[in-house]
């Protein structure tokens, strides 16, 4: 058996041991937005060292474990806390919680991060409705032998985040009066901050946003056929863009102060994802 899947499917047993639970949408929560999870109605957890093998998260602001409940009646299993490829794990270790969440049943893959403003009409504190992504630098999770059992050799990444999705999303900024952005996100491989120079470069490309996470995710969920969509908080403007130096703290301070926002956006999206 293919390694990566044989690790896969131990930590899918290991799961199903602890809980039995069938979730419609997989959510992630990203720096400094793990307090969504207070909105779900909780059914159990597992922290992500009670999964052997699993990879474990060193990130402040990420809990580092997987929530299970009820968002109005809709199953969710919510990631509080995802793995990051600069904190030394293998591209395969990054992306097995989102294929342990598709094999646990997931359809839906809702996806949230933080992220550095590159579209000089942003400002801190916006969201942004992602339609595209440009991947620089994180190898593609899918090289190495192809996973039969979970998808294609070389699916197609024309339509990544799903039209339908987007549209709810859209819908429910505007029920709400929140303002909603939209552009194309680029996820490097981090940890350091962006160059001035590298900023620059990803503006010429057409890119509005950046972090360090999100595109391998939306590449392996793609790859199982999952419907996939996803909200950046651009938490801060990027290198170049703005004068003062960058931080982390910086980054959990505004994804905050968006929090409540952001509850409403994700929760009223997965209810009426429920519906469709």
Do not use: W
Not at 82 to 99: A, K, N, Q, S
Not at 110 to 125: C, D, P, Q, V
Request: glycine share 10%.
């Amino acid at each position: 058996m293919n390694p990566v899947y044989e690790k896969l499917q131990n930590c899918y047993e290991s799961v199903k041991a602890k809980i039995d639970f069938t979730p419609t949408v997989a959510l992630v929560l990203g720096s400094g937005l793990g307090k969504f999870a207070e909105e779900i109605e909780v059914v159990g957890s597992i922290s992500y060292s009670e999964i052997e093998g699993f990879p474990t998260s060193t990130v402040p602001g990420h809990a580092g474990q997987f929530v299970f409940g009820y968002v109005d009646k809709v199953p969710v299993v919510c990631m509080q806390g995802r793995v990051h490829y600069y904190e030394g794990y293998p591209i395969t270790d990054v992306v097995l919680p989102m294929r342990l969440m598709a094999l646990m049943g997931a359809k839906y893959a809702f996806l949230t991060n933080a992220s550095g403003g590159i579209n000089r009409n942003f400002k801190a504190g916006d969201f942004m409705l992602l339609n595209d992504h440009i991947s620089l630098f994180a190898p593609n999770p899918l090289i190495g032998p192809n996973i039969d059992e979970i998808g294609t050799r070389f699916p197609d990444m024309s339509s990544v985040y799903d039209p339908i999705l987007r549209d709810i999303i859209k819908n429910v900024a505007d029920d709400f009066g929140i303002s909603m952005q939209e552009g194309v996100y680029a996820q490097l491989t981090g940890p350091s901050f962006e160059s001035p120079a590298e900023i620059r470069m990803l503006g010429k490309l057409g890119v509005d946003a950046v972090g360090m996470s999100t595109v391998v995710e939306a590449i392996a969920a793609n790859h199982m056929g999952m419907k996939i969509c996803a909200i950046s908080c651009v938490c801060n403007l990027a290198a170049g863009i703005c004068d003062t130096p960058l931080t982390h703290d910086e980054v959990q301070e505004a994804a905050a102060k968006a929090a409540p926002l952001f509850k409403q956006i994700v929760r009223e999206t997965i209810v009426r994802i429920g519906n469709l």
